[in-house]
């Protein structure tokens, strides 16, 4: 029995070559095999573009990640100001490759390199556990705004002697004045990164805000005195430090009179954030708690008045701060300086002392010459710890006089 044929048609097309119809065709099906192999091709085609974009991904993510990092970690541990202590060094607390947590609370080194807004920001940031994870013993800030030299230097260094630990210092200086003292000087190091300064300008404002924020980045700093080079102690170490530390009050004078000189300089484009009754005077040489020296540099709304409207001969740095604290501070405040000063003798600067001025009489005359202040709401007979403005030439008399009467 013949169960059926298969006919082959002849081929068509160029060549005079036989080709199958379409039910051939039919009849043989594509090759599964040939199927089997485009599709594996495709599919690693696929994973390859999928893995080399996810390479690419996390070159990038990486890339931004390390940029984000060392940016933020050089606005918060800038490596000149915390890089004096190794991270493995059992003394600085901290482990190795990471920030030392000693280093962290104290900064071995003032040079870094934040902007004024960066550095206010990092200085203005407060802890809000109310205990410290280390023992604190809070020290006095000394914060000298001077042009150049310190002609009181060994004045202030004998001073400072034998009180490691209770206290900082930090210098403003014009930007290229370098200060040349002995690495066994108190001083040795301590000039903070400085700016130009014009005398009467809001530029005096942010050289004091400059030292308080780079004072603030010590944690143990708990008062912050502002003195200039030709500012002497009148007390010695252990009456300055009992007194600051244990006040209750910053020592800030604020007053507002009816002269030129006072309510003459207020602007009426201050308004209403600042009313004429509110305007404030006082003493730039300033004496400040840390929480009002945090308040005070990261204040901004104010700071910007005062730079738009406090101008020309208005004396910013003789009115932001008293006016600052008497609106927002006032409790907290003293109201009255701790640095004397003779202005009897009239003028736009108060009187300076030399050599032929300098005597033991003349000493105790700056300490009770009659003021009567308060301490501590209590009436007390201390009433000035430093006094200015003394010329170069007084410094061999009073280094005479620290035996006696000055006791340092």
Same mark, same amino acid.
């Given at each position: ?71 933020? $970690? ?66 006095? $800030? ?18 400072? +002697? ?173 109201? +009255? ?72």
């Amino acid at each position: 029995m013949i169960w059926g044929t298969t006919k082959l048609k002849p081929r068509s097309g160029g060549g005079g070559g036989m080709m199958l119809g379409d039910e051939e065709s039919d009849y043989f099906p594509p090759s599964p095999r040939k199927d089997w192999s485009a599709g594996l091709l495709r599919l690693v085609t696929a994973m390859v573009i999928f893995m080399g974009g996810v390479v690419l991904g996390l070159s990038v993510s990486g890339s931004v990640a390390r940029y984000y990092y060392n940016s933020h $970690a050089e606005l918060f541990f800038p490596a000149t100001t915390y890089g004096g202590c190794a991270g493995g060094d059992r003394d600085c607390g901290g482990p190795a490759g990471g920030v030392p947590f000693k280093a962290f609370v104290h900064p071995p080194h003032l040079a870094h390199s934040m902007s004024d807004d960066e550095l206010f920001w990092r200085a203005s940031l407060v802890p809000k556990a109310e205990e410290f994870p280390f023992q604190r013993v809070p020290k006095v $800030a000394f914060l000298f705004m001077t042009r150049g030299p310190l002609p009181f230097l060994p004045l202030w260094e004998k001073f400072f +002697r034998r009180h490691q630990g209770l206290y900082s210092i930090y210098v403003h200086t014009l930007p290229d004045y370098k200060l040349n003292v002995s690495r066994s000087s108190a001083f040795y190091g301590r000039q903070i990164p400085s700016e130009e300064v014009s005398w009467g300008s809001i530029t005096l404002v942010d050289a004091e805000k400059r030292l308080l924020a780079n004072a603030l980045l010590d944690f143990s700093n708990e008062r912050f005195v502002l003195l200039s080079e030709s500012c002497i102690p009148v007390y010695n170490f252990p009456t300055v430090y009992e007194y600051l530390i244990n006040s209750q009050h910053s020592f800030v004078e604020s007053y507002n009179i009816d002269t030129q000189q006072c309510a003459g300089r207020y602007n009426r484009r201050m308004a209403p954030h600042i009313l004429p009754e509110q305007w404030r005077k006082g003493s730039e040489w300033f004496e400040l708690n840390r929480e009002m020296a945090v308040e005070i540099v990261a204040d901004y709304k104010y700071y910007s008045i005062f730079r738009k409207h406090c101008r020309p001969s208005c004396y910013p740095d003789e009115h932001y701060i008293p006016t600052y604290l008497h609106l927002f501070h006032g409790s907290l405040n003293a109201n +009255r300086t701790i640095t004397w000063v003779d202005w009897s003798r009239g003028g736009p600067h108060p009187a300076r002392y030399g050599a032929e001025s300098i005597s033991e009489g003349f000493i105790q005359a700056i300490r009770s010459n009659g003021t009567r202040c308060t301490y501590n709401s209590k009436p007390t007979s201390i009433c000035y710890l430093f006094a200015r403005k003394f010329a170069p030439s007084a410094l061999g008399k009073l280094m005479n006089l620290t035996s006696t009467v000055l006791d340092f």
